[in-house]
C-alpha cells in the first residue's frame, strides 16, 4: 500500500488559537478515509490546508511524494485532488450542466481566439464535455435535472451536483466535506451508494462527516480529531470501541449520571 | 439509482444561439426602414458603436464581476490611435485600427496584470487613474493629438474606396448615402461584437468566467486560475472598445478629447449596469435607451451627469439585475 495523501505535522493557529495542531496522517490510494470529530474539532480547516485555502502555519502536506506547500488552490485540481464544500459553491448563474462542466475545465481548450471564434474543435470537444457531464450526473444521482438552472434544485441535489463537479476533475483524490449535512436518511443512503461507487472508480475518497452511521459503515479508516489535534485512528470497529473517543463525543462514560449529578 | 429518471445524454445540447442572433439581425435590418433622415442614421450608428462597447464591457463587468471605470481610456485610445497612425505614418486605416486595438491590448494586460490577481475593487480604481491620466495627455499633448480642438481624421478607406459620410455609393444598382454605408457597418461590427461575445461565454473559457461570478472558490477548486481569467476578458473588453473608437472616429472625421473622458466611462457602465449585467441583449437596449434619453432633454445638457447618477441608483434599487434580465424574469414567471 501506498500512501496517496500525507500529512505531517501539520499546524494551523488563527491568532493563538490552534485550530489544527501537529497533526500526521495518511490516506493510502483507493480507501475511503473519514475524519470526524465534534463541532470545531478543526475537520474544515484540515481540508482548508490541504486544498490550498489556507497555508499551513507548520508541517506539511504531500500528494503523491509530491509537497503542496505554498500551491494556489487552482494548482490542486492538475495535480489530481479535488474537493466539495460544507457551504454549498455551486455557481447560481449557471446550469446545473455548467456547473459540471465546469468541473472539466482543465481538460478544455480555452484559447482566447478558439473561443471568440468558437472553432470546430472546441465545440466537438465541448459537446463531449457536456454528454460526459451529463452521464456523471446521472451517476451522481441527480441525472433529472440535467436541463434545469442550478437555482431551480432543491439543497439534497446541489450537494450531489458538488460531487458531480468534483468528479468532472477526474481526480486521483476526493475531498468531501460533510456531503450528508441537511439531508434525510433516504437521501443519506443514497449519497453511501454513490460514495461507494466513486471508491470503486478507484478515487481515493477523504471524508468529513458528521453522520456516524454513514462513516462507520463505509469507511476503510476513520481519524477522529479533538481540539485540532488527532484523537484516535483505526478502523470503524476500533473507533466505535475506543474509550478516548466516546469520552470526546459523550463528554463522559456515563452521560446519564453525569445529566442528573 | 434507483429514483434517477433515465436519460438519453446524447440529446444534452447546448441551448441554441441562432434565435438571438437572428432576431438581432433582422433588427438591425429593419431599422432603416424606420430612419427618415441622416440624423436617425448618426443616431443610430453612435447606438451602434457605443453598444459594442457596452457588449464587450459586460464581459467583464457581468461575468467576470470587475468593474472597469476607465473604458472610455480604451475608446480613446482606438479612436486617436488609429486616427495618428493613418495621419502620420502613412498606414490605411484598417490595419491602423488592427495595430491601436494590439496597442490597447498590451495597455490593458500591463494595468491588469499587478492588479487583477488581488480580490476585491481595485481594478475600478486603476482604470479610474487611467482614464484621468488618458483625458489629460490628449487635453495637454496638443502637439499630438490638437489638444481641446480636436483631431480630424481621415475617412475609412477600404481596397481604395474611401467611406465617407458625404459620399454616395452604387450598391446593386442601389445609390445608397454614405451615412446608409456607415449604419452598415456599424450595424455590422455590432453583429460581430455579439456573436463573438455569445461564443465566448458558450465557451469552457466564459464558463469560467461566469463561474467567478458565481462563486470563485468553486471556479478555483476546478483549477481556473481566476487572475489569469479576469486578465483575458479584461483585455477582450478593452479590445472591443478600443475597435469601437477607432471606427467611431472614422465616421465622425472629427474627434476630442471628450472621448476620454470620465463622463463617457460613467455612461457606458450605467448602460451595462441598467440594460442589464450578464445580458448581451440587454445592454444592447440599455445603450438605445442612454443615447436616446437626451435627444428628449435637448437644452439640459449639464444634467446628463445627474442622469446617468440617478439611473445607476434607480436600477440599483428597484431593478439590481437590470432592465432586460429583470423583465425577461417577470414574463417567464406570468407564463405558464
Redesign the interface.
Known amino acids: 500500500m501506498t500512501a496517496l495523501l500525507s500529512v505531517d505535522q501539520l499546524g494551523k493557529e488563527f491568532g493563538g488559537v490552534h485550530a489544527v495542531e501537529d497533526l500526521s496522517f495518511q490516506v493510502e490510494k483507493g480507501r475511503i478515509h473519514s475524519i470526524i470529530g465534534p463541532n470545531g474539532a478543526g475537520k474544515t480547516t484540515l481540508f482548508n490546508l490541504i486544498t490550498g485555502l489556507y497555508q499551513p502555519s507548520s508541517g506539511s502536506v504531500h500528494l503523491n511524494g509530491r509537497s503542496l506547500a505554498g500551491h494556489q488552490p487552482h494548482e490542486l485540481a492538475p495535480l489530481g485532488m479535488c474537493r466539495t464544500f460544507q457551504n454549498l459553491q455551486i455557481c447560481m448563474n449557471m446550469t446545473a450542466l455548467e456547473n459540471v462542466m465546469l468541473g472539466r475545465h482543465r481538460h478544455l481548450k480555452q484559447g482566447t481566439f478558439t473561443s471568440l471564434f468558437k472553432l470546430p474543435a472546441l465545440r466537438r470537444a465541448d459537446q463531449q464535455c457536456r454528454e460526459e457531464c451529463a452521464e456523471l450526473m446521472e451517476f451522481v444521482g441527480c441525472g433529472q435535472y440535467v436541463q434545469h438552472h442550478a437555482s431551480a434544485m432543491p439543497y439534497g441535489a446541489l450537494k450531489r451536483l458538488e460531487i458531480a463537479r468534483a468528479l468532472a476533475s477526474s481526480p486521483d483524490i476526493l475531498l468531501l466535506d460533510e456531503p450528508a449535512a441537511g439531508l434525510n436518511r433516504n437521501e443519506t443512503d443514497a449519497l453511501r451508494d454513490v460514495i461507494r461507487r466513486i471508491a470503486d472508480r478507484g478515487i481515493t475518497v477523504v471524508l468529513v462527516e458528521h453522520d456516524m452511521k454513514l462513516v462507520m459503515s463505509i469507511s476503510d479508516q476513520v481519524l477522529v480529531l479533538c481540539y485540532g489535534r488527532k484523537l484516535a485512528e483505526g478502523t470503524p470497529e476500533e473507533i466505535r470501541a475506543n474509550p478516548d473517543v466516546i469520552d470526546a463525543y459523550l463528554g463522559n462514560r456515563n452521560p446519564r449520571e453525569e445529566a442528573t449529578a | ?1 434507483s ?5 438519453r ?2 440529446r ?3 441551448p441554441a444561439k441562432w434565435p438571438g442572433l437572428l432576431a438581432l439581425a433582422v433588427v438591425l435590418l429593419a431599422l432603416p426602414l424606420f430612419a427618415g433622415n441622416d440624423y436617425h442614421y448618426d443616431l443610430m450608428i453612435k447606438i451602434a458603436l457605443t453598444a459594442a462597447v457596452a457588449v464587450g464591457l459586460n464581459l467583464l463587468v457581468g461575468y467576470a464581476g470587475q468593474i472597469s471605470l476607465g473604458h472610455a481610456a480604451f475608446y480613446a485610445a482606438g479612436a486617436y490611435g488609429s486616427a495618428l497612425l493613418v495621419q502620420n505614418h502613412g498606414i490605411t486605416p484598417v490595419p491602423a485600427m488592427l495595430l491601436a486595438a494590439a496597442g490597447v491590448a498590451v495597455l490593458a494586460w500591463l494595468v491588469g496584470k499587478p492588479i487583477l490577481h488581488l480580490k476585491g475593487h481595485y481594478l475600478s480604481m486603476a482604470t479610474l487613474g487611467l482614464g484621468v491620466i488618458a483625458a489629460i495627455v490628449l487635453n495637454n499633448e496638443d502637439q499630438l493629438t490638437g489638444g481641446p480642438d480636436g483631431l480630424p481624421v481621415a475617412p475609412l478607406s477600404v481596397f481604395g474606396h474611401e467611406l465617407s459620410v458625404f459620399g454616395s455609393y452604387d450598391l446593386f444598382g442601389l445609390t445608397i448615402t454614405g451615412t446608409q454605408v456607415w449604419y452598415g457597418i456599424a450595424a455590422g461590427f455590432l453583429f460581430l461584437s455579439v456573436l ?1 461575445a455569445l ?2 461565454i ?7 468566467l ?2 467567478l ?3 470563485e ?10 487572475g489569469k481569467f479576469k486578465l ?1 476578458v479584461f483585455v ?1 473588453s478593452a479590445v472591443y472598445a478600443s475597435l469601437a473608437g477607432s471606427l467611431y472616429g472614422y465616421y465622425g472625421g472629427f474627434i476630442t478629447p471628450n472621448i476620454a473622458s470620465f463622463t463617457h466611462s460613467i455612461e457606458l457602465i450605467t448602460i451595462v449596469v441598467l440594460g442589464g449585467m ?1 445580458s448581451t441583449y440587454g445592454v444592447i437596449l440599455g445603450a438605445a435607451i442612454l443615447l436616446l434619453i437626451p435627444q428628449f432633454l435637448t437644452g439640459f445638457q449639464e444634467l446628463e451627469m445627474v442622469l446617468f447618477g440617478a439611473i445607476l441608483m434607480a436600477v440599483m434599487i428597484f431593478m439590481p439585475r437590470g432592465l432586460v434580465p429583470t423583465l425577461a424574469r417577470r414574463f417567464q414567471k406570468e407564463a405558464p
Open positions: 439509482m429514483e434517477a429518471i433515465p436519460h445524454p446524447s444534452v445540447r447546448a463573438f461564443n465566448l458558450d465557451s469552457p473559457l466564459g464558463r469560467a461566469r463561474a461570478h458565481g462563486s472558490i468553486a471556479a478555483q477548486v476546478a483549477g481556473v486560475d481566476t483575458r477582450i450578464a
